[in-house]
């Protein structure tokens, strides 16, 4: 997905079209959510496959396989479909990792809290119709939009198995310690420290539940933050580079290149054309 932000709406016609010809499990390289107003979704994820009635909501992760089919339901379908970049709401997507790494659908009830969260598609579209919308307002309308559907999640959380729920504690600790030092240059065994426990346990846990590394987890959180500092100030490469903890301008361009397929300067550039 080349652009930060896109909002559309699957409905009768679509699923029809998307359930005669799905698509195989596969990857994106962006965040999507669904939330679903009629119909049914078949959604495959983490290998598992699951059915749901609308109302509902599914959350996919960035590089989750995954495959999703609309179907009807007495003969309706509507949803919203939300896609965005990491970079978009940069203070949120890691904690979104956490919450639904294993809650990747939600199955919800008619209500004042759903009725909300249909609104604030509604908003978002109705912004990003406009000849020049300003994404400003969709981020806080999609950040506020998270924050209701955990208020649901909270309530529908089943309880895990014990090994489960101590790694789900154990990773939910350890991208808080990250929040607070991704700035810095720290490795896998500052972490490790921090949670007093091996950097061999960490990475497995890592593993299991975002099949990264943590060496691949704090890079992915450096790049995201430093994707927003390029979009949303005027720092130079070089500035924000030393600022997420890369002493050296061409070892920060070496690793942003490597991660993203682009310089800092090429990203630079090309969210200006697409934002202006």
Not at 55 to 77: D, M, N, T, W, Y
Not at 236 to 252: D, P, Q, R, S, W
């Amino acid at each position: 997905m080349e652009t930060l932000f896109k909002i559309f709406r699957i409905g009768v016609d679509d699923a029809r079209r998307i359930s005669a010809a799905p698509d195989p499990p596969h990857q994106h390289d962006y965040e999507e959510l669904i939330i679903g107003m009629e119909g049914k979704l078949d959604h495959f994820i983490d290998f598992k496959t699951a059915l749901l009635q609308a109302p509902l909501i599914s959350f996919v992760a960035k590089g989750k396989i995954h495959r999703v089919i609309p179907q009807l339901s007495e003969g309706r379908c509507d949803m919203w479909v939300v896609r965005f970049k990491s970079e978009f709401i940069p203070e949120t997507i890691f904690q979104l990792y956490s919450d639904y790494h294993d809650y990747a659908n939600i199955q919800l009830e008619s209500g004042h809290c759903y009725e909300r969260m249909v609104q604030v598609c509604r908003m978002m579209w109705d912004e990003m119709q406009l000849p020049n919308p300003e994404l400003g307002i969709v981020r806080h309308l999609l950040s506020a939009l998270f924050a209701m559907i955990e208020a649901e999640r909270r309530k529908r959380m089943v309880d895990l198995q014990s090994l489960n729920l101590t790694q789900n504690h154990t990773f939910k600790n350890f991208l808080k310690i990250l929040e607070d030092n991704y700035k810095r240059d720290e490795g896998v065994d500052f972490y490790a420290e921090k949670l007093f426990m091996s950097s061999r346990n960490l990475n497995l846990i890592c593993k299991s539940i975002l099949n990264r590394s943590v060496s691949e987890i704090i890079e992915t959180r450096k790049l995201i933050e430093a994707k927003n500092l390029l979009v949303n100030t005027d720092k130079t490469v070089a500035e924000i580079g030393y600022e997420l903890g890369f002493n050296e301008k061409a070892y920060f361009t070496q690793v942003f290149r490597r991660k993203s397929g682009q310089t800092p300067t090429e990203f630079r550039e090309e969210m200006k054309k697409q934002l202006s």
